[in-house]
């Protein structure tokens, strides 16, 4: 039975640095895309960074683009986002979502495997 374990998040002051980690346990495949996304109250869900491929192809959302990096350990089934930078705008409930299905990857991909989600709270 897959298991999706998420860590990381926090609460930090304007223009610090998180890390948010994502480790998927038994899943009968490999995982070719992962991806993060957040929701802040009142707010949908926004896919803010994506990497898939034998590449690692990666996707930005510009709100995040510059200050975000995705990076994956696919020994590990491991995904991780540095955040960089943090805005009060950042404030969110941040979810990874991985996903074993091959070829080209975005947002709107239908994610097999999702983390309970973390918070992220940035304030002076």
């Known amino acids: 039975q897959a298991h999706v374990a998420q860590s990381g998040g926090g609460s930090v002051q304007p223009g610090g640095s998180l890390t948010l980690s994502c480790v998927v346990s038994?899943?009968?495949?490999?995982?070719?895309?992962y991806g993060w996304f957040r929701q802040a109250p009142g707010q949908e869900r926004e896919g803010i960074a994506i990497?898939?491929?034998?590449?690692?192809?990666?996707w930005y959302a510009d709100s995040v683009a510059g200050r975000f990096a995705i990076s994956r350990d696919d020994a590990k089934n491991t995904v991780s986002l540095q955040m960089n930078s943090l805005q009060a705008d950042d404030t969110a409930m941040y979810y990874c979502?991985?996903?074993?299905?091959?070829?080209?990857?975005?947002?709107?991909?239908?994610?097999?495997?999702w983390g309970q989600g973390t918070q992220v709270t940035v304030s002076s």
């Open positions: 979502a991985a996903d074993p299905g091959d070829g080209y990857c975005d947002t709107a991909r239908p994610f097999d495997y």
């Open positions: 038994g899943v009968p495949s490999g995982l070719n895309c």
């Open positions: 990497i898939y491929g034998i590449w690692d192809s990666r």
